[in-house]
């Protein structure tokens, strides 16, 4: 398996467990749109962009845009605390706190059902 299609699978599993089993605490205070700031989000999201295609279109490294909040949220979580691997995406997610975190799951989430009403 490539080691591109072993990661989506690895965070597709994450995904189904937050849904079943909401692990995150940030995810488990069931944020909401209301709550976020998109604008901070949108201003952080070039941080994410230079790797995932703002487009939506897969390659080697997944689509982050219209994740569900709370899976985001996990993701990023479990990259912070080691849960799951990857240099990169620990040393980023290490470097937001939770507020950044709910803003860019919201920008993201925004972004992909911009994408969809087009």
Known sequence: MSEGLGLLVRLFGFLLVTVFAGHSALADTHPTLE???IELGEYLSSGCTS???ISGEQSNIPSIVGWELEGFIYVLEAYRSGELENEVMQNIALS???EEILSLAAYFFTVGRDQETE
Do not use: E, N, Q, T
Request: negative net charge; proline residues 0%; aromatic residues 0%.
């Open 35 to 37: 709550a976020a700031d």
């Open 51 to 53: 790797c995932h295609l």
């Open 96 to 98: 937001l706190d939770d």
